[in-house]
């Protein structure tokens, strides 16, 4: 059995790679898995660790990073349909000992996105109808489709429809 060697030229900081980015986050790889990984890899091609960014905060920034590059790519490449309708529901997430309210914010349309188009799932301050409502503006400003949403559809909490304070009058 003949081990054949081939040249390979790495970067100094691998975690820039969009490539690597992807497949972390798809394997669920912590930052520690990551940074093991890529260490590993090269070492055993020979590599020289010191003259390589390898660490937990250089995989967390790469990671961060090249997540907003494909948001930002989603967002630019979402061709918004001509009517559409706005969805939202909030949900308060329990995180160990803290609470969180968060509010989940879509628009669908028949043909293009009949199982809806997720905008965002933002943290509001409260789940009151004037939070939800700065929230959806917010979103839908962001995602440019202010002037696509010709109707919403909601659940009929008090937070939502009010008839005096509810996001969907506000």
């Known amino acids: 059995l003949r081990r054949e060697k081939r040249l390979v030229t790495l970067p100094k900081n691998p975690f ?36 390589m960014s390898v660490s937990k905060n250089t995989a967390r920034r790469g ?10 790519e989603i967002k630019v490449s979402l061709i918004a349909p001509t009517y559409s309708v ?6 308060i997430i329990k995180l160990d000992t803290q609470s969180s309210d968060r509010l989940a914010v879509l628009i ?10 997720l905008l965002g799932v933002m943290e509001i301050q409260d789940s009151t109808g004037l939070s939800q409502a700065n929230c ?21 909490t008090a937070s939502n429809s009010g008839w005096e304070k509810g996001a ?3």
């Open 108 to 117: 669908s349309s028949a043909p293009n996105y009949k199982e809806g188009k």
């Open 63 to 72: 990671r961060n990073k090249c997540r907003q590059e494909i948001a930002n």
């Open 16 to 51: 820039k790679s969009k490539k690597v980015c992807q497949m972390s986050d798809r394997l669920k790889l912590t930052l520690s898995q990551s940074t093991g990984i890529i260490s590993a890899f090269f070492v055993s091609s020979g590599g020289d660790l010191e003259k």
């Open 136 to 156: 959806c503006m917010s979103l839908v400003k962001d995602w440019n489709v202010s002037t696509n949403v010709i109707g919403i559809g909601v659940d009929t």
């Open 86 to 91: 706005l969805h939202w529901d909030g949900k």
């Open 168 to 170: 969907s009058v506000l």
